[in-house]
């Protein structure tokens, strides 16, 4: 949560005040610890802190751009990150989001593609265990869900785009394990329409009559409520398509929905809306706790930087979420009901961030709009901000051309011919250059 530009082993050692980033590295390749434990206890605070029975879980997946083929489970392959099919790992995510604001991610899982778990050998290189095997991003999701049923994290919804939502054996699951959702689907989902026949979702959604769409908010955001037109067709016994259309463009979206019990087209547009969450949670993660910034190649490492950054997430989103007052409205309906600082920051938290209503409602005069985890960050960054002499700062601007001038002295000696060296030519040493006293 420090203020780097870039933060990884090196800087964060610099900044941490270590002669060398030994130790950094070494916190996340070898060191006793299990990462999968530190993500139990997150998915633990984060349910002490926000949870709610009226809880969404959000599963969504986000690209780590790369440039090599030794990062384990990196190839070409699409990624909204950089909007093209491009050289990458893809982590799956599971955020965990409460009405009034409140959302963490929870846990994670890197995506290994089959042409990786095919080769074992490559495998090994770079730390993928053995028994590893392929597994699509819906059966990875399905995995942390019921991880979460499991440990009894109060939830009422899961919802996720068309990757999981178009996966009919991931809902069927969901509904054997009473999970309800609200997924996306894509306009050629095909949706029963009795006698044996089945119609596609934007086939339907022209069937609808005018009288039959309702304009309802989905939740506010950056620039006022997202307000859209929905409606609410019969997909099957027991299941619901719900369908958007934009209230500029008149584009379509469309979702599949199930619940053991009635749900009211209010509560299906919530969740529907709340599938921003987790989008938000990989803005701030990556721009604010370094989710991004790592610079490992193996697996281990993999799963253990991107659970720190979520733990130093969940407290940031967790600090905000207390320091933020209940919006305007019935008790229960949609925000926190208690204002104390429970994330146990500052006391300056509960002080510096009252507003006079919700950070979503017009501010005039001296009122302040709620704290944010950007916000917050910074702060933290401020006033922790640990002081060092300039001779550290100069023994590391020593370290680093030390180690670039070996790393750019190795690159030569890789670009050198191997063949036998031509007559009165002697062939190039292999003992690398002098460099630089330490």
Same mark, same amino acid.
């Given at each position: 949560?420090?203020?780097?530009? @870039?933060?990884?082993?090196?800087?964060?050692?610099?900044?941490? =005040?270590?002669?060398?980033?030994?130790?950094?590295? @070494?916190?996340?390749?070898?060191? %006793?610890?299990?990462?999968?434990?530190? %993500?139990?206890?997150?998915?633990?605070?984060?349910?002490?802190?926000?949870?709610?029975?009226? +809880?969404?879980?959000?599963?969504?997946?986000?690209?780590?751009?790369?440039?090599?083929?030794?990062?384990?489970?990196?190839? %070409?392959?699409?990624?909204? *990150? /950089? +909007?093209?099919?491009?050289?990458?790992?893809?982590?799956?995510?599971?955020?965990?989001?409460?009405?009034? =604001?409140?959302?963490?991610?929870?846990?994670?899982?890197?995506?290994? #593609?089959?042409?990786?778990?095919?080769? !074992?050998?490559?495998?090994?290189?770079?730390?993928?265990?053995?028994? *590893?095997?392929?597994?699509?991003?819906?059966?990875?999701?399905?995995?942390?869900?019921?991880?979460?049923?499991?440990?009894?994290?109060?939830?009422?919804?899961?919802?996720?785009?068309?990757?999981?939502?178009?996966?009919?054996?991931?809902?069927?699951?969901?509904?054997?394990? +009473?999970?309800?959702? $609200?997924?996306?689907?894509?306009?050629?989902?095909?949706?029963?329409?009795?006698? +044996?026949?089945?119609? &596609?979702?934007?086939?339907? /959604?022209?069937?609808?009559?005018?009288?039959?769409?309702?304009?309802?908010?989905?939740?506010?955001?950056?620039?006022?409520?997202? $307000?859209?037109?929905?409606?609410?067709?019969?997909?099957?016994?027991?299941?619901?398509?719900?369908?958007? !259309?934009?209230?500029?463009?008149?584009?379509?979206?469309?979702?599949?929905?199930?619940?053991?019990? #009635?749900? *009211?087209?209010?509560?299906?547009?919530? $969740?529907?809306?709340?599938?921003?969450?987790?989008?938000?949670?990989?803005?701030?993660?990556?721009?604010?706790?370094?989710?991004?910034?790592?610079?490992?190649?193996?697996?281990?490492?993999?799963?253990?930087?991107?659970?720190?950054?979520?733990?130093?997430?969940?407290?940031?989103?967790?600090?905000?979420?207390?320091? !933020?007052?209940?919006?305007?409205? #019935?008790?229960?309906?949609?925000?926190?009901? /208690?204002? *104390?600082?429970?994330?146990?920051?500052?006391?300056?938290?509960?002080?510096?961030? @009252?507003?006079?209503?919700?950070?979503?409602? #017009?501010?005039?005069?001296?009122?302040?709009?709620?704290?944010?985890?950007?916000?917050? &960050?910074?702060?933290?960054?401020?006033?922790? &901000?640990?002081?060092?002499?300039?001779?550290?700062?100069?023994?590391?601007?020593?370290?680093?051309?030390?180690?670039?001038?070996?790393?750019?002295?190795?690159?030569?000696?890789? &670009?050198?011919?191997?063949?036998?060296?031509?007559?009165?030519?002697? %062939?190039?040493?292999?003992?690398?250059?002098?460099?630089?006293? !330490?």
């Amino acid at each position: 949560m420090s203020g780097l530009e @870039r933060k990884n082993g090196w800087t964060l050692a610099e900044f941490a =005040g270590d002669a060398t980033p030994d130790g950094m590295q @070494r916190l996340l390749a070898a060191a %006793r610890w299990d990462a999968d434990v530190v %993500r139990d206890a997150l998915a633990r605070y984060v349910a002490g802190r926000l949870g709610s029975d009226r +809880g969404v879980l959000v599963a969504d997946e986000t690209g780590f751009l790369k440039a090599g083929s030794c990062s384990a489970g990196v190839q %070409r392959q699409y990624t909204g *990150t /950089a +909007g093209k099919i491009t050289n990458c790992q893809v982590g799956v995510f599971l955020a965990y989001a409460v009405p009034g =604001g409140g959302r963490a991610l929870i846990d994670r899982e890197l995506y290994v #593609p089959r042409c990786w778990t095919q080769d !074992r050998e490559r495998c090994a290189a770079a730390g993928i265990p053995q028994e *590893t095997r392929f597994a699509t991003k819906p059966q990875l999701a399905r995995a942390m869900i019921g991880r979460v049923l499991a440990a009894g994290i109060p939830f009422a919804w899961f919802t996720a785009d068309e990757v999981y939502g178009d996966n009919g054996p991931l809902r069927e699951w969901l509904e054997s394990a +009473g999970v309800a959702y $609200v997924v996306a689907v894509s306009c050629d989902h095909r949706v029963p329409a009795g006698a +044996g026949r089945v119609i &596609r979702a934007d086939k339907l /959604a022209a069937k609808i009559p005018a009288a039959a769409w309702q304009r309802v908010s989905c939740g506010p955001g950056s620039k006022g409520d997202r $307000v859209y037109d929905w409606a609410l067709a019969d997909a099957r016994p027991g299941h619901d398509l719900l369908i958007r !259309r934009s209230v500029r463009s008149g584009e379509l979206a469309f979702y599949r929905c199930w619940a053991p019990s #009635p749900a *009211t087209l209010v509560d299906l547009v919530r $969740v529907a809306g709340a599938r921003w969450a987790v989008e938000e949670c990989f803005a701030a993660a990556k721009n604010e706790t370094a989710l991004d910034h790592y610079q490992v190649r193996k697996h281990t490492a993999w799963y253990r930087h991107v659970t720190l950054a979520m733990c130093a997430h969940a407290w940031l989103a967790v600090t905000a979420s207390a320091a !933020r007052l209940p919006p305007a409205g #019935p008790r229960g309906e949609g925000g926190l009901t /208690a204002v *104390t600082c429970r994330s146990g920051g500052p006391p300056a938290c509960e002080q510096a961030s @009252r507003p006079a209503a919700a950070d979503h409602q #017009p501010v005039t005069g001296g009122e302040l709009a709620c704290l944010t985890v950007n916000e917050i &960050r910074r702060l933290h960054a401020i006033f922790s &901000r640990p002081v060092h002499p300039a001779v550290h700062h100069l023994r590391w601007s020593a370290w680093r051309r030390r180690h670039q001038a070996r790393a750019r002295h190795c690159h030569h000696q890789r &670009r050198q011919p191997r063949g036998p060296s031509r007559p009165g030519r002697p %062939r190039p040493s292999s003992r690398p250059a002098a460099l630089p006293p !330490r």
